[in-house]
Each structure stands twice: as structure tokens, then as C-alpha cells.
């Protein structure tokens, strides 16, 4: 038996009270984490490295152990060390502690390690995925889901393919790493698990055709942005040029990437895009990403309609890009019933370039212009419309102002651009601004508001000039310009190879999303010379599809159970429909007005909020079949979409265009004698309670213009998890309706407030008649 260890006197009692009470003291001091600036040049020549020096510096100032209790534990380690931005360390302090290390030999300087907010990719952040809360940690980064890009390839040696922290590949996986021009098995890992390359249908039609980069090396960029959009692993300090500086990271980033190149410079053939789709899932992976798409097919032509419906029967989620022919009504393609198709948006993030008048004044425009130099105070010329090149080659060094008075700003850059100017102010409300830009020479591009007080100034002033500097980025710009706003060049439907299901379903970031770029691929050309860039800035739809497939491989990691439409209907019922100053989400491609669901979908991605949705729209092959009964697809049209045979269904038992989708589209559109007449549709839909147990939910409809819309019943009552209701929602109007679009919405909203499952209801006189039909 140990013995105990007893005082001798008085003083050595109080000195063990006094120890005692220091070490509680040490128990539950306050530790925060501080950078600790050092003078390399004072370090002792005893230590060989600084590393040692720190470590025993800090051991120093340690004068009692740190206990470690349940709620925290704090090490006594350097967390790091530094050495090339700066010397010195980084630890956890108390109070006391950091006065000590203050006293050091070598001491510089010190200061607390403050939260720092990164912006590259911005959409994570825009979309409030974090790590503190929600779907990131809910489902631990998308681990383990795969995730299958078919596009134009990929760029292995790009830091968003690190597979640094990543466990095992998957046991389930069956793909391989496919060797070619450039590409070898061992450039795939453990996050580029497989690569594979399909080129024999584009052989087939182009015979004599020489394919440069006969591999999955991606040289055109695409599937590189696009796969590491969904799934790139955290890159630390990357930028376009300056703009944008932060953190690159997917949707998923602790998800593993599959490629399969499919798209080529040369050229791309559905046959190719099927072979693709069909070893992705033979391979086993559990997301699909399509940034592609075929317009004015119907059905039973279409690659990815073909493909994806075998996907979805594997249970796999597939998403897919709407197109970029908007704004008008009926552009879409990829209107697939079994797919998540994708309309595109805006976030909260501005790349500037500055103009400071010589009276002092200061606006920011849009810029892109990437090389880092800036004019100063160079004399200003107005040049009204820039439509002259011969004037434009004499100006000399001098800023060029451009008034877009009609849409053509794209001209006026291209005049600027073949002139001899030191740089260009261009004065616009395009909506296509962002495509330009990227110039290749000093260019600004500044709103009518901001534009008329430069003209002012011209004016007022004999002498007027200006500086300008580039590369500056700004965040969280609610005020003057909120997001997310539809993208004008978004694809709206209603969908012409489907019209019975309304599409798009939802928006994501599409709008200059940056991403992994080959290194070898021209990022911009300035017209002097090409530059290049790891990471690139690009816009549409195909960003925004690669996004949903990061988001649904985080849904698919919490609720591997959950089917595709399960998945589709969570996305789609708790997506956002205000921006971020709480205003409804406006249509840039519509003068600006509250978007519609033909645009949007059902609004804005919100992915933490679809970990938890309460209900859903669950839906099966059965159902789609119906659905393809009842468009008149003849037996063969049908097997070639499902592969059953007509012996395998019954078209004349349940045909219904009414399937049970997480949104609602009526046509009024009869045009005869008795327009006026009022006619009613009807719709059933059929929610899944996935919430805990029993819960109540009350219908609220907000109302639409022209239509009376009604649902009954009122109330669902569930009275345990996984338990159906049903209910009907009956649309009154005329058989023509006035307007060419109504919309509103209808929210089962639980008794408590936990849940609100919305679901957009459209109303339109726009053509139903799908492709392919009569």
C-alpha cells in the first residue's frame, strides 16, 4: 500500500494549498488560440532548428500541467509552426500564459486567431455550409459517396484531387483508372478513384479524325471545373488572378470523384454519353453529374433521358444542367421526369475594378481584367457609343467612356479592344455583363446610376482623367445588389419533351463560380500574351448541376436509404424563395421582377435545411411508366426509355400525367368559342412522413392570379414516422388564360413550425404538347 505523503510543518502546508490551487486554476482558465510572432536572429545556438527553440519556449511558460476535463481538452503542443510568411508559432494560451510568452527572449508580437471567412468557392459559404453545423458535419463531407462526372475529363495533378485525410476506397467500387495519352493508373487515388474515356461513337461518325489527348486528361477544362465544383478537396490560398482569394472546396468534400470522359474537343455523340452513364453505374457509383444536354428531342431519343432512367432505378442520383438559352420561356432541355434538372443563379459576390476620378471621387464597376497593373490618372475621352474603330486607333493613352444605349456592349468591347486606348469605362445595364468580363485590356464596366456621375464630371471639369485598379472582391453586397438572382441566361421551361412536369426543378450557384482549371489550358488571353491559372472563373448552367451533385451526395451520406426522388423532393420542398435581404428572389433575364418557378424551380438550394425536410414526394418507376403511358408513346418508345416490354406493363390500367412530383404545372390553354368557360384540373400527390413521429400539418396557399386553387384536405395527421397521406389540389380557371404564367404556392406547414414543405404550383396558356407527340 502506497503511503500518503503528509506535510511536515505549516509552510510546507500552505505551499501545498497553494499548488493545489493552481492547478484548479490551471484547470479552468480560459485557452485561446493566439499566432505568436518570434525573432528568428534571438534564438539560442543551442537549438538547431526553430522549432525546438518554440517548443521549449513555450514549454517554459508552462508552469502546470493542463488538465483535461469533459469539456475540453488543451494540448500542451505547438499547433504550428512558421516559417516562411513569418516566424514564429501558433498555440493554445491561457491569459497568463501569453503574458509569459510576452516576456520571451525574442518576443515579437502576438494576437488571437480570429475566425477568417473564406470566399473561394464562394457558393459553399452563400449557401451556409459550414462545419459547426448542418449538412457538412451531418454527413461528414459526403464521405464515401461517389460521385460520377461524365464531361471532357480531368486534370489529376490539381490539388483539388488530394486524397490527403481520405479512408480506404470503397469496397463497393468497381471502376478502374484507365490508361491513355498523358494518363496513367497511378494518377489516380483515393479521391480520383476512376477514369475512364468513351470516344468510339465519335470515332464511328467522324472516321478520319485525330483526337489530341486520347485520354481522360482533360484539355478543354470543363469536367475539370465541374468535378471539382461537386467534390474538389479543400485548397487553401488559391484566386483568379487575384480575384476571389480563399479556400477552393466542392460541395462534397470528402466525397470520392469518378470521370468519365465523354465530351471532346473534336466533338461528342449520344452513343459515347450512353456508354458513359452505363459503366458509371456498373461501376457503382451513387451521384451523377450531366452538364450536358441535346435540345428538341423527345424522350425516347434523348441519351440522358435513355441512361439516367436505368440510374434511377439503381437508386442513384442523378442532376443534371437546364441549358443556357434563356430567358425565354420553353429553352430547357434535360426536362427528364426521373432527373434533378438545374437552373442557374447569382451569390453574393462582386469582382470590382476601382475608378477614382481626380476630384476624388470613387466607383465601383465589374472587372476581370487580370494582369496586376493599374492605370493612374490617365486623361478621360468620351467616345459615345465606341462604334468607331478608325477614331478608337487614334486616341492614344487615354480611358475610353462607352455609352451601351442598345444592348451592345459586346461590340463596343471588341471595338475598344482592336483599338489604341490605355483602357475603357462602358456605361450599361446589360444583363450580360459577366460575359465580358474577362477582357484583355483596362476595362470597367459601370451601371447607368454610377455611369451619369462620370459623365457629370466630364462635364463640370476641362481636364477630366482617372485611375484605375483591378482585382478587388467584394462580399455580402445585400443592399444594392442581393442574391441569389436568376441567371439571364438560365434556360426557363416549361419543358417540351415533358410539360406535365414542371421544370427546372431548383436553382444553384452558377453565376463566375471558381474551380480547378488545367494548368496547361488557357485561362485568359490578353491579346499580348496567354495566361494561365489553376483555378478559373466560368458561368452556366453546367456550374450550377455540379453543385446539386455535391449537395445530393451530402443528403445521400445522411440518408443512403432514401431513393432519387426522395432525395429530389427534400432539395426541392425546403429550397429558398427570398434572397438575402429578405426580398423575394428577382429574375435578371425578367427586368429584375419576382422570379417564376419556371425559372427557378422551386427556388433556392438550401442543403442544410434538406437534411431534415419532414415530408417527401417519394416516386418509382411504376409511376414514371404511367406517366410515359399517358403521353402516347408507343410500346417500343416506351422499352426504349425502360427496357421493359409491353407484356411488363399495362398502359390502359393506370395511365396519368398526374405523377407524384414535388411541384404542380396546369395548362390552360384551349382556344375556342367557349374560352371563357371555366374547367377544373385536379391533382393527387401522395407525402411520406419522414419527421420523428407523430405531427400534424396544415395546408397554407398563397394566391395566384386568375386561378382559384384549392386543396383538400386541409390537415394532414400523421401518427408515426414513414406513414402516407394523401390530399388533392384542384386548379379553377378558363380554358384560355390571359396571362401567359400564374404562379403561387402551396406550404404544408407543421403544427409547431418545425417543418414548411413548399411546393411551387404554375399555371400557364404556354404549348403542352410534348415532343415526339401529336
Same mark, same amino acid.
Given at each position: 500500500?502506497?503511503?500518503?505523503?503528509?506535510?511536515?510543518?505549516?509552510?510546507?502546508?500552505?505551499?501545498?494549498?497553494?499548488?493545489?490551487?493552481?492547478?484548479?486554476?490551471?484547470?479552468?482558465?480560459?485557452?485561446?488560440?493566439?499566432?505568436?510572432?518570434?525573432?528568428?536572429?534571438?534564438?539560442?545556438?543551442?537549438?538547431?532548428?526553430?522549432?525546438?527553440?518554440?517548443?521549449?519556449?513555450?514549454?517554459?511558460?508552462?508552469?502546470?500541467?493542463?488538465?483535461?476535463?469533459?469539456?475540453?481538452?488543451?494540448?500542451?503542443?505547438?499547433?504550428?509552426?512558421?516559417?516562411?510568411?513569418?516566424?514564429?508559432?501558433?498555440?493554445?494560451?491561457?491569459?497568463?500564459?501569453?503574458?509569459?510568452?510576452?516576456?520571451?527572449?525574442?518576443?515579437?508580437?502576438?494576437?488571437?486567431?480570429?475566425?477568417?471567412?473564406?470566399?473561394?468557392?464562394?457558393?459553399?459559404?452563400?449557401?451556409?455550409?459550414?462545419?459547426?453545423?448542418?449538412?457538412?458535419?451531418?454527413?461528414?463531407?459526403?464521405?464515401?459517396?461517389?460521385?460520377?462526372?461524365?464531361?471532357?475529363?480531368?486534370?489529376?495533378?490539381?490539388?483539388?484531387?488530394?486524397?490527403?485525410?481520405?479512408?480506404?476506397?470503397? !469496397?463497393?467500387?468497381?471502376?478502374?483508372?484507365?490508361?491513355?495519352?498523358?494518363?496513367?493508373?497511378?494518377?489516380?487515388?483515393?479521391?480520383?478513384?476512376?477514369?475512364?474515356?468513351?470516344?468510339?461513337?465519335?470515332?464511328?461518325?467522324?472516321?478520319?479524325?485525330?483526337?489530341?489527348?486520347?485520354?481522360?486528361?482533360?484539355?478543354?477544362?470543363?469536367?475539370?471545373?465541374?468535378?471539382?465544383?461537386?467534390?474538389?478537396?479543400?485548397?487553401?490560398?488559391?484566386?483568379?488572378?487575384?480575384?476571389?482569394?480563399?479556400?477552393?472546396?466542392?460541395?462534397?468534400?470528402?466525397?470520392?470523384?469518378?470521370?468519365?470522359?465523354?465530351?471532346?474537343?473534336?466533338?461528342?455523340?449520344?452513343?459515347?454519353?450512353?456508354?458513359?452513364?452505363?459503366?458509371?453505374?456498373?461501376?457503382?457509383?451513387?451521384?451523377?453529374?450531366?452538364?450536358?444536354?441535346?435540345?428538341?428531342?423527345?424522350?425516347?431519343?434523348?441519351?440522358?433521358?435513355?441512361?439516367?432512367?436505368?440510374?434511377?432505378?439503381?437508386?442513384?442520383?442523378?442532376?443534371?444542367?437546364?441549358?443556357?438559352?434563356?430567358?425565354?420561356?420553353?429553352?430547357?432541355?434535360?426536362?427528364?421526369?426521373?432527373?434533378?434538372?438545374?437552373?442557374?443563379?447569382?451569390?453574393?459576390?462582386?469582382?470590382?475594378?476601382?475608378?477614382?476620378?481626380?476630384?476624388?471621387?470613387?466607383?465601383?464597376?465589374?472587372?476581370?481584367y487580370s494582369l496586376n497593373s493599374s492605370l493612374s490618372k490617365a486623361p478621360l475621352m468620351f467616345m459615345n457609343t465606341c462604334n468607331s474603330?478608325?477614331?478608337?486607333?487614334?486616341?492614344?493613352?487615354?480611358?475610353?467612356?462607352?455609352?451601351?444605349?442598345?444592348?451592345?456592349?459586346?461590340?463596343?468591347?471588341?471595338?475598344?479592344?482592336?483599338?489604341?486606348?490605355?483602357?475603357?469605362?462602358?456605361?450599361?445595364?446589360?444583363?450580360?455583363?459577366?460575359?465580358?468580363?474577362?477582357?484583355?485590356?483596362?476595362?470597367?464596366?459601370?451601371?447607368?446610376?454610377?455611369?451619369?456621375?462620370?459623365?457629370?464630371?466630364?462635364?463640370?471639369?476641362?481636364?477630366?482623367?482617372?485611375?484605375?485598379?483591378?482585382?478587388?472582391?467584394?462580399?455580402?453586397?445585400?443592399?444594392?445588389?442581393?442574391?441569389?438572382?436568376?441567371?439571364?441566361?438560365?434556360?426557363?421551361?416549361?419543358?417540351?419533351?415533358?410539360?406535365?412536369?414542371?421544370?427546372?426543378?431548383?436553382?444553384?450557384?452558377?453565376?463566375?463560380?471558381?474551380?480547378?482549371?488545367?494548368?496547361?489550358?488557357?485561362?485568359?488571353?490578353?491579346?499580348?500574351?496567354?495566361?494561365?491559372?489553376?483555378?478559373?472563373?466560368?458561368?452556366?448552367? !453546367?456550374?450550377?448541376?455540379?453543385?446539386?451533385?455535391?449537395?445530393?451526395?451530402?443528403?445521400?451520406?445522411?440518408?443512403?436509404?432514401?431513393?432519387?426522388?426522395?432525395?429530389?423532393?427534400?432539395?426541392?420542398?425546403?429550397?429558398?424563395?427570398?434572397?438575402?435581404?429578405?426580398?423575394?428572389?428577382?429574375?435578371?433575364?425578367?427586368?429584375?421582377?419576382?422570379?417564376?418557378?419556371?425559372?427557378?424551380?422551386?427556388?433556392?438550394?438550401?442543403?442544410?435545411?434538406?437534411?431534415?425536410?419532414?415530408?417527401?414526394?417519394?416516386?418509382?418507376?411504376?409511376?414514371?411508366?404511367?406517366?410515359?403511358?399517358?403521353?402516347?408513346?408507343?410500346?417500343?418508345?416506351?422499352?426504349?426509355?425502360?427496357?421493359?416490354?409491353?407484356?411488363?406493363?399495362?398502359?390502359?390500367?393506370?395511365?396519368?400525367?398526374?405523377?407524384?412530383?414535388?411541384?404542380?404545372?396546369?395548362?390552360?390553354?384551349?382556344?375556342?368559342?367557349?374560352?371563357?368557360?371555366?374547367?377544373?384540373?385536379?391533382?393527387?400527390?401522395?407525402?411520406?412522413?419522414?419527421?420523428?413521429?407523430?405531427?400534424?400539418?396544415?395546408?397554407?396557399?398563397?394566391?395566384?392570379?386568375?386561378?382559384?386553387?384549392?386543396?383538400?384536405?386541409?390537415?394532414?395527421?400523421?401518427?408515426?414516422?414513414?406513414?402516407?397521406?394523401?390530399?388533392?389540389?384542384?386548379?379553377?380557371?378558363?380554358?384560355?388564360?390571359?396571362?401567359?404564367?400564374?404562379?403561387?404556392?402551396?406550404?404544408?406547414?407543421?403544427?409547431?413550425?418545425?417543418?414548411?414543405?413548399?411546393?411551387?404550383?404554375?399555371?400557364?396558356?404556354?404549348?403542352?404538347?410534348?415532343?415526339?407527340?401529336?
Open positions: 500500500m502506497a503511503a500518503a505523503i503528509a506535510p511536515t510543518s505549516s509552510t510546507s502546508l500552505c505551499l501545498f494549498f497553494i499548488t493545489i490551487l493552481h492547478l484548479f486554476t490551471s484547470m479552468w482558465a480560459k485557452y485561446d488560440t493566439y499566432i505568436v510572432h518570434m525573432d528568428l536572429s534571438a534564438m539560442p545556438k543551442d537549438f538547431s532548428d526553430h522549432h525546438n527553440w518554440y517548443a521549449s519556449a513555450l514549454s517554459s511558460v508552462r508552469h502546470y500541467p493542463q488538465i483535461s476535463t469533459t469539456a475540453t481538452t488543451h494540448s500542451t503542443d505547438i499547433i504550428y509552426t512558421y516559417s516562411n510568411v513569418m516566424h514564429g508559432f501558433s498555440a493554445s494560451l491561457s491569459l497568463s500564459e501569453l503574458k509569459s510568452v510576452g516576456n520571451l527572449p525574442g518576443f515579437v508580437s502576438s494576437y488571437r486567431d480570429l475566425p477568417v471567412r473564406v470566399d473561394t468557392t464562394r457558393a459553399p459559404q452563400f449557401l451556409n455550409l459550414n462545419s459547426n453545423y448542418g449538412a457538412w458535419p451531418t454527413s461528414n463531407y459526403g464521405e464515401d459517396v461517389i460521385i460520377g462526372v461524365v464531361d471532357t475529363g480531368v486534370w489529376p495533378e490539381s490539388k483539388s484531387y488530394s486524397d490527403e485525410g481520405l479512408g480506404e476506397i470503397p !469496397s463497393r467500387w468497381k471502376g478502374e483508372c484507365m490508361e491513355g495519352t498523358e494518363f496513367n493508373s497511378s494518377m489516380c487515388n483515393k479521391k480520383l478513384i476512376g477514369a475512364k474515356f468513351f470516344n468510339k461513337g465519335l470515332i464511328s461518325n467522324m472516321p478520319n479524325i485525330t483526337i489530341t489527348m486520347n485520354s481522360t486528361r482533360d484539355n478543354d477544362g470543363h469536367g475539370t471545373h465541374t468535378s471539382s465544383t461537386a467534390a474538389g478537396s479543400f485548397v487553401e490560398g488559391v484566386s483568379y488572378f487575384g480575384y476571389a482569394n480563399g479556400t477552393a472546396k466542392g460541395m462534397a468534400p470528402m466525397a470520392r470523384v469518378a470521370m468519365y470522359k465523354a465530351l471532346w474537343e473534336e466533338g461528342a455523340f449520344s452513343s459515347d454519353i450512353i456508354a458513359a452513364i452505363d459503366q458509371a453505374i456498373a461501376d457503382g457509383v451513387d451521384v451523377i453529374s450531366l452538364s450536358l444536354g441535346i435540345d428538341g428531342i423527345p424522350l425516347y431519343e434523348d441519351p440522358v433521358a435513355i441512361a439516367t432512367f436505368a440510374a434511377m432505378e439503381k437508386g442513384i442520383f442523378v442532376a443534371t444542367s437546364a441549358g443556357n438559352e434563356g430567358p425565354w420561356f420553353g429553352t430547357l432541355h434535360n426536362g427528364i421526369p426521373w432527373v434533378l434538372t438545374v437552373s442557374a443563379g447569382t451569390i453574393d459576390r462582386e469582382f470590382n475594378g476601382v475608378v477614382t476620378l481626380s476630384n476624388g471621387v470613387t466607383i465601383f464597376g465589374s472587372s476581370l474603330t478608325k477614331d478608337l486607333k487614334e486616341v492614344g493613352y487615354k480611358i475610353v467612356v462607352c455609352v451601351d444605349t442598345d444592348d451592345s456592349v459586346g461590340g463596343q468591347v471588341d471595338n475598344v479592344n482592336n483599338g489604341n486606348v490605355a483602357g475603357g469605362l462602358f456605361i450599361s445595364n446589360s444583363t450580360l455583363i459577366d460575359f465580358f468580363l474577362e477582357s484583355s485590356f483596362p476595362a470597367v464596366f459601370i451601371n447607368p446610376k454610377d455611369g451619369q456621375s462620370i459623365l457629370n464630371y466630364m462635364k463640370m471639369n476641362s481636364d477630366p482623367s482617372a485611375s484605375l485598379q483591378f482585382q478587388k472582391t467584394r462580399l455580402g453586397r445585400r443592399r444594392n445588389k442581393p442574391a441569389p438572382r436568376v441567371a439571364d441566361y438560365s434556360s426557363r421551361g416549361p419543358s417540351h419533351s415533358c410539360p406535365f412536369v414542371l421544370k427546372p426543378d431548383i436553382m444553384a450557384p452558377g453565376t463566375l463560380v471558381l474551380a480547378a482549371w488545367p494548368r496547361t489550358t488557357v485561362a485568359l488571353d490578353t491579346g499580348s500574351r496567354l495566361l494561365y491559372n489553376d483555378y478559373n472563373l466560368l458561368s452556366g448552367t !453546367s456550374m450550377s448541376c455540379p453543385q446539386m451533385a455535391g449537395i445530393g451526395a451530402l443528403l445521400k451520406g445522411v440518408h443512403p436509404e432514401w431513393s432519387a426522388a426522395a432525395i429530389r423532393s427534400a432539395l426541392m420542398t425546403t429550397a429558398d424563395t427570398l434572397d438575402n435581404s429578405n426580398s423575394f428572389i428577382k429574375d435578371i433575364g425578367d427586368s429584375y421582377q419576382p422570379a417564376s418557378p419556371l425559372a427557378m424551380g422551386s427556388g433556392h438550394v438550401n442543403p442544410n435545411k434538406a437534411m431534415d425536410p419532414g415530408l417527401i414526394y417519394d416516386t418509382n418507376a411504376e409511376d414514371y411508366v404511367n406517366l410515359l403511358c399517358s403521353m402516347n408513346f408507343t410500346s417500343k418508345q416506351i422499352q426504349t426509355i425502360t427496357r421493359r416490354s409491353s407484356s411488363s406493363y399495362n398502359c390502359s390500367k393506370n395511365p396519368s400525367l398526374d405523377i407524384n412530383y414535388p411541384s404542380f404545372i396546369a395548362f390552360f390553354n384551349v382556344n375556342d368559342s367557349s374560352s371563357d368557360t371555366k374547367i377544373v384540373q385536379e391533382f393527387k400527390r401522395t407525402v411520406t412522413n419522414v419527421g420523428n413521429g407523430a405531427s400534424t400539418y396544415t395546408a397554407k396557399l398563397t394566391p395566384m392570379d386568375g386561378i382559384q386553387v384549392t386543396v383538400t384536405p386541409g390537415t394532414l395527421v400523421f401518427k408515426e414516422k414513414y406513414e402516407k397521406q394523401s390530399f388533392k389540389v384542384s386548379l379553377e380557371g378558363p380554358k384560355m388564360m390571359k396571362q401567359v404564367v400564374a404562379h403561387c404556392a402551396l406550404s404544408w406547414v407543421e403544427v409547431g413550425g418545425k417543418y414548411v414543405v413548399r411546393s411551387p404550383i404554375v399555371a400557364t396558356r404556354l404549348s403542352s404538347v410534348p415532343l415526339g407527340t401529336s
